[in-house]
Nanobody, 123 residues
Framework: QVQLVESGGGLVQPGGSLRLSCVASGSIANINARGWGWYRQAPGKQRELVAGITSGGSINYADFVKGRFTISRDNAKNTAYLQMNSLKPEDTAVYYC???????????????WGQGTQVTVSS
């Protein structure tokens, strides 16, 4: 019954922008006490953290997106966002959202996961 649904992916040219959204439907217990994370996985590669935001608002960005991406959350809407600017071809991946307790962002076996949304950056 609980779902995390990502949206906003698509095909963009290098240098373009996209905004991803993730909405939690159904009740996730104590959702506002949890953190939201955005991860991505490219073909043949491991899933990796893009950005995470804790319940207290602390943010962690992967080095490869600092200055380009912004994570935010709207507790009233049970929604998290990832604003992606200055996109590069190497950003091409399936992007997943995650809801979890704590800030152990390197762990990919924690919390709830969405089904992902494809982001393709290509000319």
């Amino acid at each position: 019954q609980v779902q995390l649904v990502e949206s906003g992916g698509g095909l963009v040219q290098p240098g373009g922008s996209l905004r991803l959204s993730c909405v939690a439907s159904g009740s996730i217990a104590n959702i506002n006490a949890r953190g939201w994370g955005w991860y991505r996985q490219a073909p043949g590669k491991q899933r990796e953290l893009v950005a995470g935001i804790t319940s207290g608002g602390s943010i962690n960005y992967a080095d490869f997106v600092k200055g380009r991406f912004t994570i935010s959350r709207d507790n009233a809407k049970n929604t998290a966002y990832l604003q992606m600017n200055s996109l590069k071809p190497e950003d091409t991946a399936v992007y997943y959202c995650n809801v979890r307790y704590g800030s152990s962002w390197s762990r990919v076996d924690f919390g709830y996961w969405g089904q992902g949304t494809q982001v393709t950056v290509s000319s």
